[in-house]
């Protein structure tokens, strides 16, 4: 196969984009009034409009060429049917498999792996009734009032968000709170909230040796044995341990029966539908969790069974593709219009720059071309107030996309009315723009005299063609919710499978573990360091000189 630049779709694609790339949106639109249903489409609750994207027909088909170039479909398959694609660890990828809701098996190495995860999901929907119905008592008796997940990277942002998310669907009773940072203050300020005796404490981390887990728990530990005449046997009241290493459970001092069990072949950032997301069914109930497994489960067989063309995230996918290889897009704004969907964002950029922030593909060679764009956004309206002013009259391109509940529990009919006319807004703006004629006319309307309209003319026209997709949810509850994430993966999984790189393997992170764990005792030590650069070396000094003034 020639590689991804030198093939013949790809070619074409660049041939399209020289033709294209000057084709402002507003002609498109003119041009063809039905514009908006060719480029949407509905799924389930879920509207997805992507006909604000510098798309035509052409351009589409050739994408969805390139989508078939790369053997898209054999890719989604090998993924789905436990091919250990993550080659780097040597691992299959089966998040699918946790939210598979068919009776179809999943054999990896002659064993069906549904087996083990019903088995653990059973053991969850005991506990979680159990702690629901006060049958789970603290070491005083008392029910459980207060869940602290304590974990980092995909054993945080997952079960995070979600549970801000779906704030309405919270059991009564039961309140949910999320440490991750090393930093001391995340985890102190969560303690001062808590009661130890009605707290259970979730140590969730896939190899239960992450430093900044196990520091936050063995402070939560020592907080629990250090009130009123509290015993090491307590523990087994008041922690769990989500994690695939036993042994590492064990010598924490959490017993085995009060661990939650997953496997290698459920990626950190892919986990939250495992026991990993045991706070989400503790704070919205085990039924409302299967919801969530359900949408994905929904999205999972969009994504394997509808044609490229009317699949959501294959679309997706390759619109990014699209602008990062031919309109050199460097980031990607997610812009969510429901304030509990706050934390989409930071959710997103685990998934899509963790798995798509690869330079070199499947076999170690350097890629000749960009792969994942920096994924950013805060919730809209407040980022109409930030940083919009960029993207509508900056110098870069940034595709955005716009997420939104059109019903949600909180707020009123009008507050929603305000909410939306203002997405809408955006993306129209974003997409036509205002031309020198149109700022003149609106300046010449409102008495500004020619001389003074010069002056300010320059800055007053947008010039519009910002490309955007709008995702509108009837509404968001769990169902849909899960399908809005699956949605991403896929998107993610098909960005790597045609930019031919691993998606699920990390090792970027792991340089600066490393070098952590040799700076750490340097900080401590009488001496002046001088083994590093001159930089470190001065700043770990001037950290030693000044930390106890
Ligand atoms: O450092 C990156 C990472 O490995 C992520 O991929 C992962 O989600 C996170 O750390 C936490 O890892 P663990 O669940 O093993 O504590």
Same mark, same amino acid.
């Given at each position: 196969?020639?590689?991804?630049?030198?093939?013949?779709?790809?070619?074409?694609?660049?041939?399209?984009?020289?033709?294209?790339?000057?084709?402002?949106?507003?002609?498109?639109?003119?041009?063809?009034?039905?514009?908006?249903?060719?480029?949407?489409?509905?799924?389930?609750?879920?509207?997805?409009?992507?006909?604000?994207?510098?798309?035509?027909?052409?351009?589409?088909?050739?994408?969805?060429?390139?989508?078939?170039?790369?053997?898209?479909?054999?890719?989604?398959?090998?993924?789905?049917?436990?091919?250990?694609?993550?080659?780097?660890?040597?691992?299959?990828?089966?998040?699918?498999?946790?939210?598979?809701?068919?009776?179809?098996?999943?054999?990896?190495?002659?064993?069906?792996?549904?087996?083990?995860?019903?088995?653990?999901?059973?053991?969850?929907?005991?506990?979680?009734?159990?702690?629901?119905?006060?049958?789970?008592?603290?070491?005083?008796?008392?029910?459980?009032?207060?869940?602290?997940?304590?974990?980092?990277?995909?054993?945080?942002?997952?079960?995070?968000?979600?549970?801000?998310?779906?704030?309405?669907?919270?059991?009564?009773?039961?309140?949910?709170?999320?440490?991750?940072?090393?930093?001391?203050?995340?985890?102190?300020?969560?303690?001062?909230?808590?009661?130890?005796?009605?707290?259970?404490?979730?140590?969730?981390?896939?190899?239960?040796?992450?430093?900044?887990?196990?520091?936050?728990?063995?402070?939560?530990?020592?907080?629990?044995?250090?009130?009123?005449?509290?015993?090491?046997?307590?523990?087994?009241?008041?922690?769990?341990?989500?994690?695939?290493?036993?042994?590492?459970?064990?010598?924490?001092?959490?017993?085995?029966?009060?661990?939650?069990?997953?496997?290698?072949?459920?990626?950190?950032?892919?986990?939250?539908?495992?026991?990993?997301?045991?706070? *989400?069914? +503790?704070?919205?109930? $085990?039924?409302?969790? %299967?919801? &969530?497994?359900? /949408?994905?489960? #929904?999205?999972?067989?969009?994504?394997?069974?509808?044609?490229?063309?009317?699949?959501?995230?294959?679309?997706?996918?390759?619109?990014?593709?699209?602008?990062?290889?031919?309109?050199?897009?460097?980031?990607?704004?997610?812009?969510?219009?429901?304030?509990?969907?706050?934390?989409?964002?930071?959710?997103?950029?685990?998934?899509?720059?963790?798995?798509?922030?690869?330079?070199?593909?499947?076999?170690?060679?350097?890629?000749?071309?960009?792969?994942?764009?920096?994924?950013?956004?805060?919730?809209?309206?407040?980022?109409?107030?930030?940083?919009?002013?960029?993207?509508?009259?900056?110098?870069?391109?940034?595709?955005?996309?716009?997420?939104?509940?059109?019903?949600?529990?909180?707020?009123?009919?009008?507050?929603?009315? *305000?909410? +939306?006319?203002?997405? $809408?807004?955006?993306? %129209?703006? &974003?997409?036509? /723009?205002?031309? #020198?004629?149109?700022?003149?006319?609106?300046?010449?309307?409102?008495?500004?005299?020619?001389?003074?309209?010069?002056?300010?003319?320059?800055?007053?026209?947008?010039?519009?063609?910002?490309?955007?997709?709008?995702?509108?949810?009837?509404?968001?509850?769990?169902?849909?919710?899960?399908?809005?994430?699956?949605?991403?993966?896929?998107?993610?999984?098909?960005?790597?499978?045609?930019?031919?790189?691993?998606?699920?393997?990390?090792?970027?992170?792991?340089?600066?573990?490393?070098?952590?764990?040799?700076?750490?005792?340097?900080?401590?030590?009488?001496?002046?360091?001088?083994?590093?650069?001159?930089?470190?070396?001065?700043?770990?000094?001037?950290?030693?000189?000044?930390?106890?003034?």
């Amino acid at each position: 196969m020639f590689t991804l630049t030198e093939s013949d779709e790809w070619g074409a694609l660049q041939e399209h984009y020289d033709s294209i790339s000057n084709v402002h949106l507003k002609t498109l639109f003119e041009k063809d009034k039905e514009r908006f249903d060719k480029f949407h489409i509905k799924f389930n609750d879920i509207l997805f409009d992507f006909s604000k994207n510098r798309l035509d027909n052409i351009a589409f088909k050739l994408l969805v060429r390139l989508a078939e170039h790369r053997k898209l479909k054999e890719k989604i398959k090998a993924m789905f049917t436990g091919e250990k694609i993550n080659t780097t660890e040597n691992r299959a990828v089966l998040h699918t498999a946790l939210r598979n809701r068919s009776i179809d098996e999943v054999i990896i190495e002659g064993r069906d792996i549904m087996t083990d995860i019903k088995a653990v999901l059973k053991k969850m929907k005991k506990f979680v009734g159990d702690v629901h119905t006060g049958k789970w008592k603290g070491c005083t008796g008392m029910p459980i009032s207060h869940i602290v997940n304590i974990g980092i990277g995909g054993s945080h942002l997952g079960p995070a968000m979600i549970c801000e998310a779906l704030k309405p669907y919270a059991k009564p009773g039961i309140s949910v709170h999320f440490v991750s940072n090393i930093d001391g203050c995340d985890i102190a300020e969560t303690l001062k909230q808590l009661n130890p005796e009605t707290t259970l404490f979730l140590i969730a981390s896939k190899t239960f040796t992450t430093q900044e887990t196990m520091t936050n728990a063995n402070t939560a530990k020592k907080w629990f044995l250090s009130t009123d005449g509290k015993k090491e046997s307590d523990i087994a009241l008041h922690f769990i341990a989500l994690s695939t290493n036993t042994e590492a459970v064990k010598q924490f001092g959490i017993n085995p029966k009060n661990m939650f069990e997953f496997w290698d072949w459920v990626g950190g950032r892919y986990s939250l539908w495992s026991a990993i997301g045991l706070s *989400i069914a +503790l704070y919205i109930g $085990f039924d409302n969790f %299967e919801m &969530l497994l359900q /949408g994905a489960y #929904e999205m999972d067989m969009h994504f394997r069974n509808a044609p490229y063309e009317e699949n959501i995230p294959v679309i997706m996918a390759l619109l990014g593709i699209w602008y990062v290889n031919f309109f050199n897009a460097k980031t990607h704004a997610v812009i969510p219009y429901y304030q509990n969907l706050r934390m989409f964002p930071e959710f997103l950029q685990q998934l899509d720059m963790e798995s798509n922030g690869k330079r070199v593909d499947k076999f170690g060679e350097l890629v000749e071309y960009s792969t994942g764009p920096v994924v950013w956004g805060v919730p809209g309206t407040n980022a109409q107030h930030s940083f919009f002013q960029l993207i509508h009259q900056g110098t870069q391109i940034i595709p955005v996309d716009f997420i939104a509940p059109l019903f949600t529990d909180c707020g009123n009919e009008e507050q929603r009315r *305000i909410l +939306l006319s203002n997405l $809408f807004a955006q993306s %129209e703006a &974003l997409m036509k /723009g205002k031309t #020198e004629v149109e700022v003149k006319a609106e300046l010449t309307m409102s008495g500004i005299k020619e001389r003074d309209i010069n002056k300010i003319i320059g800055h007053k026209i947008f010039p519009g063609n910002i490309p955007s997709n709008t995702i509108l949810l009837k509404k968001l509850n769990p169902e849909t919710l899960g399908s809005l994430i699956a949605m991403y993966e896929h998107k993610v999984f098909v960005q790597g499978a045609i930019w031919d790189i691993n998606s699920f393997d990390q090792w970027g992170v792991e340089l600066g573990k490393q070098l952590a764990k040799k700076i750490l005792p340097e900080l401590d030590s009488d001496n002046e360091i001088t083994i590093h650069d001159s930089s470190t070396n001065g700043l770990i000094n001037y950290y030693k000189e000044n930390k106890n003034k």
